[in-house]
């Protein structure tokens, strides 16, 4: 039966009374022998009250069934205990199926602190802004999550001039030391994966490798192609201008620069890419060319979206377990709303590599094949 709706008057083994009706703060606080302002105050994550007598306090609330009114915790702490994010629904992969994953760990690592959280849309940059200029004026959260952080980015600007926190899915502000930036962050050392991909094609004796990132004004473009670089000088190969391609977010653009980069005089026979979507891309211009993933080409990829195991042959890629990415963010600007400082609250990963079938040892030199493809049968 529902323990809030069904508790009668009796004694349970600690001799304590508990009265009908919904249970309120004051049965908590008699129940576990603490004042009604300690417990309220653990219940509310004050800073001043210790982890141990949090989960205390948090653990014999869900065990007799006590829910606060969230009209007047609201009222008395000025939260709404809500957490927010917008989501830009005209960026071409705003479709991606890592982003149920995603919601789905901020939602449950927010329902676990008895919080919520709100989903907006917008539909360009501007309307971000005015939506979230929305929310805050409408104090529909306590604190912001930012997904996809630009270089500059101007939501970071708008939250920071309103006093409002937030925390960001990425880095943000290439080039400037982490020390000497502002607001807290989780993210995918997506820097490290690529230096790996190139190293991992390196020792399988690829000479000629390209990379195909992703647009300059997100912050991660930036990193995962120094990591790019960084991967040929721990190689020992020479970096090539010709060999690096941007602006690849969809398969039709992952095809348009694969195909750029294959009509070179002299090819790659390993392509690094910043997306898996933009790597699946490349296959259809690699099999335009008469090509074969895997053994004329190599491909590796980064995101490890579902689609990339059932390519064929399977896509090689950097798997990013975006749901414990979701629930880290919610954990962590629930503690900065509680007060912590918002430059503690930061945390890196690493992407975790799948091997599949998409790379292997070359076929041929980069001399080879190109000629191959100059001699390939008509379409």
Known sequence: MNAIRNLTKHSDNTGTSLRRGRVTINDLAE????????VSRALN????????????????????GYQPLSHAQAIRTGRVRALALVLQ???????????????????????????????????????????????????????????????????????????????????????????????SWVDILGEAAMCSAVTRLAGLGHERIAYVGSTSNFNYSHLRRDGFKAGLAAAGLEYDPDLIKSGARTREEGAAQARQLLLHPEPPT?????????????Y?????????????????????????????????????????????????????????????????SEAKLIERQS???????????????KNRDPI
């Open 31 to 38: 129940r576990l022998g603490m004042s009604k302002s300690t």
């Open 45 to 64: 994550g004050y800073p001043d009250i210790s982890e141990a007598t949090r989960l205390r306090v948090s653990n014999m609330a869900k065990k007799i």
């Open 89 to 183: 629904t005209d960026e071409p992969d705003r479709h991606n199926p890592f982003l149920q994953d995603f919601l789905m760990g901020a939602c449950e690592t927010a329902s676990a602190h008895g919080w919520t959280v709100t989903i907006a849309t917008a539909t360009s940059d501007a309307d971000v802004l005015a939506v979230l200029d929305r929310l805050v004026d409408e104090h529909k959260a306590d604190g912001f999550i930012l997904p996809r952080t630009e270089v500059q980015d101007a939501r970071v600007d708008l939250l920071r001039s309103k006093s409002v926190p937030y925390i960001m899915y990425g880095r943000t502000s290439h080039g400037v030391p982490p020390a000497q930036q502002e607001g």
């Open 270 to 282: 390993g392509i690094v890419f910043a997306t898996d979507m933009a790597a699946l891309g490349a």
């Open 284 to 348: 259809s211009a690699v099999s335009d060319l008469g090509l074969e993933v895997g053994r004329d080409v190599s491909i590796i990829g980064y995101d490890g979206v579902p689609e990339a195991e059932y390519a064929r042959p399977g896509l090689t890629t950097y798997w990013v377990d975006t749901q414990r990415a979701g629930g880290r963010l919610a954990e962590l600007l629930i503690r900065q709303i509680r007060g912590e400082a918002a430059e503690t609250l930061r945390e890196v």
């Open 359 to 373: 790379d292997g040892p070359p076929a041929q030199t980069s001399a080879q094949l190109a000629l191959k493809i």
